[in-house]
């Protein structure tokens, strides 16, 4: 199939302006400064905090739209943030996969998944204008010679198959395309490069930043701290603070270090404080998701996490304490997290729930070989050996398969309401491939508020903060509850390209 032109160009950036449980401190205070008077080390047109989708997105639009001085700052040694380790998984409605796979799909239909996800607190307008240019965004990834799987993968939660995913399965396989498109434009890309704070302007604008070089992560730090000047403003795109224990816990008590978290560890969060700092307005930071396909047995985000969010569709998940299911296994990622979190066995402790799948059907994808080997998933060839390993009741694990395979043939899940229509002809048979579930941290829906010119609204003055941007996973209030997955792809570049295009046309 043509994956390289999904626009028709007709569309392009039309209509715009519509508008393992890392332990880590809390990061050093930083503050922000009046710059008047200031010492400036060095003066840009378009700075940008953060190399994730978010910064490179908005990086490469800015240079498209005209900008000839535009760099990245990163505080870690290496680009991409949590982009880079990503599952590569990009959701966008009307694309031309959806045609030839003949699915119905709609910014609409797209925007209704998320709301209903969002349970009654999502940002209906953020959502709309992402799910508008979805397409261009990928569109971008495509120019910048991104590769995707030739068929979509119906993700829990999305009423319909829209999401693409990269034939590396990680979100690498956009983020070094990015990364090359926007050296190929001349921008100018700094690693070991901390912001520490911003400089203001008399009436409040902001107008540079304080950076610090040379900076080693979670070391003390020797660099020295230079001032930026920046000719057209600042946009921040510095990701979530999932591994930031002490923040994190300070929203929800029971997420400790304890805990499983599959972010990189570069997700502390310290760009969100210091624009709270300066008047941003906080919204749903208690809101931090849970990933529901992660496993016990491996560090982070590891094999099965992929593994299981294509075989979801047509597996069964079983509570290895009654051998029956306990959820509809393409639920939102909060109904399901929370569902494994109540698998305990008779006295309370966590007993992680286990996913069916028969083997003939796993395979497909190129993770099972994987979590076969390295001992995170096994392959059974009866239902005897499985449910003795895993020591389920056999009798009614048995009944469940009978029962779960009779929703297969009929296309009615009577049990969950799941629905059947990837699961089509794929009957839970031996052999099996089997792993274990347990829900780990892994984003966060909170953050500072933006609009949809991607604008930080100052909670004193009631307006957006002068030279200030924000885009990608430091926004909050976009998916509310519980966003799905694959959205956050397009709503971190969608947001980073709309970030540019409000800076350049200020
Ligand atoms: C393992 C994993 C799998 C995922 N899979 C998917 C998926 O398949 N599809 C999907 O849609 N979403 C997925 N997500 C969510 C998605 O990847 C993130 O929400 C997204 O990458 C965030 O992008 P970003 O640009 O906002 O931030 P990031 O990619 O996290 O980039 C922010 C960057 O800012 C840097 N930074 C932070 N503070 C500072 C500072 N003070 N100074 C300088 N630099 C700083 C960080 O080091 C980081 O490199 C996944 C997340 C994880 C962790």
Known sequence: ??????????????????????????????????????????????????????????????????????????????????????????????????????VKDSVETMVADQLASGRGIADEALLRHVAEHAVEALQMTLDAGSEYHPYLQQLGGHSVARTYQTTVSCGAGITQPLLHECRKLG?????????????????????????????????????????????????????????NVDLRMAQDPTLTSEVGCTNAPGATGEGMYEMFRLGAIPVHLAHIQSGPWASPDEGGFGYVSNYSIYNFPHSMAVNRLTGKRFMNEIADRKTRADAELNCRDEKGNALPPILITSYKDSKKHPNTKKVIKYNVGWKFDSVEELAKHFDVPLAPLKAQITEYNEYVKTGNDKQFGKNMTKAKDKYIEAPFTV??????????????????????????????????????????????????????????????????RSMMKA
């Open 1 to 102: 199939m043509s994956n390289k032109d999904l626009l028709g160009r007709r569309n392009f950036i039309k209509g715009f302006g519509a508008a393992a449980g890392v332990a880590i401190a809390a990061p050093a205070l930083a503050v922000s400064e009046k710059a008047d008077g200031v010492k400036w080390d060095k003066e840009v047109e378009v700075l940008i905090i953060g190399s994730g989708f978010a910064g490179l997105a908005a990086a490469i639009e800015a240079t498209r739209k005209g900008a000839k001085d535009v760099h990245i700052f990163e505080k870690m040694s290496y680009f991409g943030g949590n982009s880079a380790i990503n599952g590569g998984l990009f959701a966008a409605p009307g694309t031309p996969m959806q045609k030839e796979e003949g």
């Open 187 to 243: 921008v100018h890309t700094h690693n070991r490069a901390k912001f520490e704070g911003f400089l203001v302007g008399d009436k409040g604008e902001v107008v540079g930043v304080k950076m610090r070089d040379n900076y080693h992560f979670g070391e003390d730090q020797p660099g020295k701290v230079t001032n930026i000047r920046a000719t057209r403003g600042v946009i921040m795109a510095t990701g979530g603070f999932a591994q």
């Open 435 to 500: 792993v274990r579930l347990w829900p780990k941290v892994h984003y966060c829906q909170g953050g500072v508020q933006v609009n949809t010119n991607a604008e930080v609204k100052d909670s004193f003055t009631g307006k957006s903060i002068p030279g200030l941007y924000a885009a990608g996973e430091v926004c909050g209030g976009i998916h509310g509850v519980s966003r799905l997955g694959s959205c956050s792809i397009p709503e971190c570049m969608v947001m980073g390209m709309t970030a540019a």
